[in-house]
C-alpha cells in the first residue's frame, strides 16, 4: 500500500508518516514548502520521500498526485487559525485551501480510484446543547468562517467519492506544531495568574494516538464519517488547564504549582477576546468506532501525560 500524506509539517500530518514507517507502510509526504519544514525530532518523517504540493493550484495537485498514483490520500493540510479566517483579506485564501483544495484532491482520487481520508472537525457543527454530535448527524450549522470552510470541504469529499472516511476531530495537541498545551505552559511562565474558560465542553485528542486510529482505518473498507478524539470524558478548557498543570508538577515541574500559578474559570462572553464564534459544545459521540471494530483512543489524561514527557518545557 502506498499513502500519500498532506500537510506533514503540522501536528497530524508528521505523525502520520511517522506511523505508516512504523508500520512498514510507504509513505509520501507533501506540504507548500519546497522541503520539509516541520521537527526533526529523530523520526522517520524526515527521512521518507517529500514532495512540494500546493493544494489551491489544480493543476499542480492533479499532475503529482497522478504521478505518485497512491493507493490512499491521507488529507491532513488545512487552514487551522480560526480567528485569522474571519479577517476579509484572508477568506478566500482560507476557502481555497479547506474547500478547494481538497475538491481537487478529491477529484483525483476519483480518477485514480483511491481511498481519501478528510480531517474535519466539531466546527461544522453549531456548538448548542449537551448532546454528543453524531458522526451521520447532518444537521450543520458552522459558526465561523473556518468550519464553513471545512464543511465544504466535508462536501466536496463526501459528494465526488465512495471510497472516503472523513473524520472529525477537536481540541488537536502534537509534538509538531503549536496547541493549546503548548501555549498554557508557556504563558505560565511568566503570568501567575491565568483566566480559562469553562463553559465550552469537547474532549483533546492527540495526534500520536490518532495517526495509529487512521493508519487501521485505510487498511479497511469501513468507509464514511467517524468521530475520533481521546476517551476519558468531556471536559472544558479550564479542566483541561487544570490537569496539565497538575501533571506538570507531578513531572518535578514546581513552577506549575497552584502556588506559583492560579487559574480561574470564565464564561465565553466574560473572556470575550476571539474574533470567531466557538461552539459550546463540542462533544462528539465516537461509538460508531467500536461498532465498526475500531479501537477508540486512550483516555486525554494518559495522552496529556504520555505527550508531557516526549516535549519540552
Not at 74 to 101: P, S
Not at 119 to 135: L, M, N, R
Not at 209 to 235: C, F, P, Q, S
Request: glycine fraction near 8%; charged fraction near 25%; include cysteine.
Amino acid at each position: 500500500m502506498k499513502v500519500l500524506v498532506t500537510g506533514v509539517a503540522g501536528q497530524l500530518g508528521h505523525d502520520v508518516m511517522n506511523e505508516l514507517a512504523e508500520r512498514g507502510i510507504e509513505g509520501i509526504g507533501s506540504d507548500i514548502a519546497p522541503e520539509y519544514s516541520g521537527i526533526a525530532d529523530g523520526t522517520a518523517v524526515t527521512s521518507m520521500p517529500y514532495i512540494q504540493m500546493d493544494i489551491t493550484d489544480e493543476k499542480a495537485v492533479s499532475a503529482k498526485i497522478k504521478e505518485v498514483h497512491p493507493d490512499v490520500v491521507v488529507h491532513c493540510a488545512a487552514w487551522t487559525a480560526v480567528d485569522l479566517a474571519e479577517d476579509e483579506d484572508k477568506v478566500a485564501k482560507v476557502r481555497a485551501i479547506n474547500a478547494d483544495g481538497t475538491r481537487y484532491i478529491a477529484n483525483v482520487c476519483k480518477e485514480l480510484d483511491c481511498k481519501m481520508v478528510y480531517i474535519s472537525t466539531d466546527y461544522v457543527f453549531d456548538g448548542q446543547g449537551e448532546t454528543p454530535w453524531d458522526p451521520d448527524c447532518k444537521d450543520y450549522k458552522p459558526l465561523n468562517v473556518y468550519g464553513e470552510t471545512k464543511l465544504e470541504g466535508e462536501l466536496a469529499v463526501s459528494e465526488t467519492l465512495e471510497k472516503y472516511f472523513i473524520v472529525r476531530i477537536a481540541w488537536v495537541f502534537g509534538k509538531n506544531g503549536k496547541n493549546f498545551i503548548k501555549t498554557m505552559l508557556n504563558v505560565a511562565k511568566t503570568h501567575d495568574k491565568l483566566t480559562v474558560v469553562n463553559d465550552q465542553i469537547g474532549t483533546p485528542t492527540y495526534t500520536f494516538d490518532l495517526a495509529r486510529l487512521l493508519v487501521d482505518m485505510i487498511g479497511t473498507e469501513k468507509y464514511g464519517y467517524y468521530h475520533a478524539t481521546n476517551e476519558g470524558g468531556y471536559i472544558s478548557w479550564y479542566d483541561f488547564t487544570k490537569e496539565i498543570f497538575r501533571q506538570a508538577v507531578e513531572l518535578g515541574h514546581e513552577e506549575y504549582s497552584e502556588d506559583r500559578v492560579s487559574v480561574a474559570p470564565v464564561t465565553t462572553a466574560e473572556y470575550g477576546v476571539s474574533k470567531a464564534a466557538r461552539p459550546f459544545n463540542s462533544r462528539l459521540d465516537k461509538s460508531k468506532l467500536v461498532k465498526n471494530g475500531f479501537t477508540p483512543l486512550p483516555t486525554w489524561q494518559d495522552a496529556l501525560n504520555r505527550y508531557l514527557k516526549e516535549i519540552e518545557f
